[in-house]
């Protein structure tokens, strides 16, 4: 069965470079902006899918800018009208649609306040991007599968280009021009990995997640991408949080995702994918090495060479590959998921 959402996961690395060409301009004016004005934090406003797409800026704006980020609270600005004092900072608006009134309120307001506000968005005609000072586009085209996955790629290496533009370090810029490539090879590898094992999880019902660091916004994704299309009861969490208590709840046959990317986090991953293992999970890894793809029921491989701060952007290609596939296994319409549509508009 052809899906639309097959269709757009496959569209990946052609809307990744052409958001990056789109953006470089509009990135450059407000990595200036941000210098001028001598920016000290960032604060994101997002909803779903674009939410995790801000806690990759946790990550990659601290470790590589110095730039402290937090995720706003858009009911404080929209139910309790007691918005807190937003000085030297950027409010960063992530959104699709750019229709979201309670993502729109935040960045008015901000505005209105004095504060640098960008929007990241496929409509520069939007409400979103009619709020913010600067508009970041997402040039993937439309996107017509209710479960986001291209502009959510896009969105991520947006935000990396915003990283790398305010550092101006070129061995990182060589990274992110290599990226479009590289996810052309992390679809071709995902599909030929993950529509084999799709079936053997048709009767799961609940999974856990697992990942840390740069790669922490994609637990949260994939997981979020297995509730929409199979209605799995996914949970994702932090490795250093699910030792934490949670690894309670693993027993024989668990199963469990575990993105394990090489990189500074490396050592820690495998040492606890090798934890799970010993209890007997199911487990499904997502990795570029060969030695923790071992451990794992079902292997999901992403490309070799690509740096830490970059991975997650290809790491959650088999997990779009897995949701889709799943639901298709179930029976389930993955371009309709019940009680969904494309827009969710929220105050």
């Given at each position: 069965?052809?899906?639309q959402m097959e269709?757009?996961?496959k569209?990946?690395?052609?809307?990744?470079?052409r958001?990056?060409?789109?953006?470089?301009g509009?990135?450059e004016?407000?990595?200036?902006?941000?210098r001028?004005?001598?920016v000290?934090y960032?604060t994101?406003?997002?909803?779903?899918?674009?939410?995790?797409?801000?806690v990759?800026?946790k990550y990659?704006l601290?470790?590589f800018?110095?730039?402290?980020?937090a995720?706003?609270?858009?009911?404080l600005f929209?139910?309790?009208?007691?918005?807190p004092?937003?000085?030297?900072?950027?409010?960063l608006?992530i959104?699709?649609?750019?229709?979201?009134?309670?993502?729109?309120?935040?960045?008015?307001?901000?505005?209105?306040?004095?504060?640098?506000?960008?929007?990241?968005?496929t409509?520069p005609?939007?409400?979103?991007?009619a709020?913010?000072?600067?508009?970041?586009?997402?040039?993937t085209?439309?996107?017509k599968?209710?479960a986001a996955?291209?502009t959510f790629?896009?969105?991520?290496?947006?935000?990396?280009q915003?990283?790398?533009?305010?550092?101006e370090?070129k061995?990182?810029?060589r990274?992110?021009?290599?990226?479009?490539k590289?996810?052309?090879q992390?679809?071709?590898?995902?599909?030929?990995a993950?529509?084999?094992?799709?079936?053997r999880?048709r009767?799961m019902?609940?999974?856990?997640?697992?990942?840390?660091?740069?790669?922490?916004?994609?637990?949260?994704?994939?997981?979020?991408?297995?509730k929409?299309l199979?209605?799995?009861t996914?949970l994702?969490?932090?490795?250093a949080?699910?030792?934490h208590?949670?690894?309670?709840?693993?027993e024989?046959?668990?199963?469990v995702?575990?993105?394990?990317?090489k990189?500074?986090?490396?050592?820690?991953?495998?040492?606890?994918?090798?934890q799970?293992?010993?209890?007997?999970?199911?487990?499904l890894?997502?990795?570029?090495s060969?030695e923790?793809?071992?451990?794992?029921?079902?292997r999901?491989?992403i490309?070799?060479?690509?740096?830490?701060?970059?991975?997650?952007?290809?790491s959650?290609?088999?997990?779009q590959?897995?949701a889709?596939?799943?639901?298709l296994?179930k029976?389930i319409?993955?371009d309709?998921p019940?009680?969904l549509k494309k827009v969710?508009?929220?105050r």
């Open positions: 069965m052809s899906t269709k757009e996961i569209e990946q690395p052609e809307a990744i470079a958001t990056l060409e789109a953006s470089r509009p990135v004016a407000l990595c200036k902006d941000i001028a004005r001598d000290t960032v994101i406003a997002a909803r779903g899918t674009s939410d995790n797409a801000g990759y800026a990659i601290p470790a800018n110095g730039l402290p980020v995720m706003t609270t858009p009911s929209t139910f309790y009208k007691k918005p004092r937003l000085r030297n900072v950027l409010v608006g959104s699709q649609s750019g229709q979201s009134e309670d993502i729109v309120e935040v960045l008015k307001t901000a505005r209105a306040q004095g504060a640098l506000t960008a929007a990241i968005t409509d005609r939007s409400p979103l991007a709020a913010a000072q600067h508009t970041l586009p997402l040039a085209g439309l996107e599968a209710v996955t291209k790629t896009s969105s991520l290496a947006l935000l990396a915003l990283s790398v533009t305010l550092d370090e061995e990182r810029r990274s992110l021009e290599a990226l479009p590289l996810m052309e992390a679809c071709e590898m995902a599909e030929q993950v529509v084999p094992r799709a079936e999880y009767y019902d609940r999974c856990v997640v697992i990942a840390r660091g740069y790669s922490y916004a994609i637990a949260f994704e994939i997981a979020l991408k297995l929409e199979t209605y799995v996914a994702p969490y932090s490795s949080d699910f030792l208590g949670p690894m309670a709840i693993v024989p046959g668990f199963p995702l575990v993105i394990v990317p990189g500074e986090l490396y050592p820690h991953l495998k040492e606890f994918t090798e799970v293992a010993a209890r007997s999970a199911e487990l890894v997502v990795s570029n060969e923790v793809l071992r451990l794992g029921e079902a999901f491989p490309p070799d060479g690509v740096p830490e701060w970059l991975a997650p952007v290809l959650v290609v088999p997990g590959f897995l889709l596939n799943l639901s296994a029976g319409d993955p309709k019940r009680g969710t508009v929220t």
